[in-house]
């Protein structure tokens, strides 16, 4: 038995010698994890690691304190590593190939809507970057100017050339602003709208392009802070959205045809159609209802474009007097038994709004949509019905409630959750929620210093919820694509409400964007929802195919779901790290950040030559 007497000196030197070793064990890991970085030979990504804050990162360092032994044990088989796609599958749309389009009826645009592949054809590779692949040029200069080598198609400069669409400049595309009902620029055309429609107070916020063509709409609506969602199918004019999406505008691969849009009912503040061709008249005038279903009470319709100003442009259109003067009377009909009233109409534009509810509203009777959930439409059907509007008691009261102007209505209580139309959220839920999203952003800019920068202009919340990261993020340099899974509860009403957009989206399919499209994505629990829903590699997969090179990816999920995660992105060419919680390294939560490595395709690649 030693001797309870021993001197102090004695009793000093194991514990002495145990925090030496374990100090050096500590610095030894630490150097070693900082030395490792992100990015090899990626300079953005490199400029992330080298601003990110030494404080907070070692404070949320989780790697050297939690390794997952199951990743590292050598007894278990490494990491897939993932192969190149053949150059052939640059601008690979799962959902909207033209192949597989082809095969189905030409009707309704049945062939442009969304088909994707069954699980036996999915690619499970990933999807190069032209060769000569540029980072697209900061906003607002990429508004005007996207790299050639990027989305090196000519055909619209050619088939647009007299509508002021795109021109193509050297080793660039320029987009004047013009488009095929604005040949004067769309500034002059928002001008043109905004002496009818109240767009410079707030009271419009979000806004619906309906064959969106190149965006010019869109683009120039957010110097007035104003969203627009513009779709447009896959079709004889390349690139479309792409080149929207290159020029730093939300947009969507989308057709009106025999689906419903993947939006909530009463979303948008303002639709329109600038030559869009969509026959408005057709299927009784279904696809008018549809945009109805999606039009806020009290929004504007705008319609430039064929029947208007037929008298003038009937020879022009190749058509007959009475067809056209006939195709305008039945638009006129449908917008009146919507309850749409007429605000304006000059040269080739009219403008109806819609009344604020049924009860003001002295319209023929028509047939009402039998739906118990106005909200449910993904891959439902689209009918000739009118989804009907909240109950209200006057006939001054809006439907589902009045919105604050924007950018009041960003942290107002939205109408759905004070009604209590959001099962399980209440006001103070809510305002938590807000808090708790705001102290998750600042952790992030924290983390990664471009947050919140041009550099990430288009942003994705892949399992958006009630939209507090990208309230928190509200910023004139970026907009966020807010993405409301199909098996999650259903809150993007709510997100619209707050003067954000978004849309539906099953995450075990594709994504309905051509490749790389998005510079940041962001995912909240995203792989806990799925993980027992379909492989995660496969998200993991579309996730790389629409984020650009030297893209980050952000995700805060558990910590088991997450090492699980990291394991397969780490052959992806992303380079990976994990992260404790803001709140330490005893919250089961953790987060990832990568970043995804510059490479491209080179000329022949046959998976296996890429240069990175």
Known sequence: MGSKHASPGSRRGPLSIFVVLGLCCFFYLLGAWQKSGFGKGDSIAFEVTKQTDC????????EPRHNDVGIIEPSVPKAKVFKSCDVKFKDYTPCQEQDRAMKFP???????????????????????APE???????WPKSRDYVHYANVPFKSLTVEKAVQNWVQYQGDVFKFPGGGTMFPQGADAYIDELASVIPIADGSVRTAL????????????LLKRNVLAMSFAPRDNHEAQVQFALERGVPAVI???????????????????????????TANNGMYLMEVDRVLRPGGYWILSGPPINWKTYYKTWKRSKEDVQAEQKKIEEIAESLCWEKKYEKGDMAIWK????????????????????ADDVWYKEMEACVTPLPEVTSATEVAGG????????????????ANGLAPGVTTESYEEDNKLWKKHVNAYKRINKLIGTSRYRNVMDM?????????????????????????????????????????????????????RTYDFIHGNGVFSLYQNKCELEDILLEMDRILRPEGAVLLRDEVDVLNKVKKIASGMRWDVKLLDHEDGPLVPEKIMVAVKQYWVASKGNNTSNDEW
């Open 132 to 138: 000569g692949y540029e980072t697209p040029f900061p």
């Open 354 to 373: 819609k009344k604020v509810n049924a009860k003001s509203c002295r319209r023929k009777s028509l047939n009402a949509c039998q739906v118990d959930d």
């Open 254 to 280: 989308g057709v009106l045809g025999t689906i419903r849009l993947p939006y909530p009912s009463r979303s948008f503040d303002m639709s329109q159609c600038s030559r869009c061709l969509i026959p408005w």
């Open 55 to 62: 404080k907070i990162v070692e404070d949320l360092n989780f």
């Open 106 to 128: 030409r009707e309704n645009m049945i062939y442009r809507e969304r088909h994707c592949p069954p699980e036996e054809e999915k690619l499970r590779c990933l999807i190069p």
């Open 463 to 515: 399992n958006a919820g009630l939209g507090g990261f990208a309230a928190a993020l509200e910023s004139r340099k970026s907009w966020v694509m807010n993405v409301v899974p199909t098996i999650a509860e259903n809150t993007l009403g709510v997100v619209y409400e707050r003067g954000l957009i978004g849309i539906y989206h099953d995450w075990c399919e594709g994504f309905s964007t051509y490749p």
């Open 402 to 417: 009045e919105l604050k102007k924007f950018p009041a209505r960003l942290y107002a209580v939205p109408p759905r959750i």
């Open 209 to 220: 392009d309906t064959g969106c063509g190149v965006a010019s709409w869109g683009a120039y």
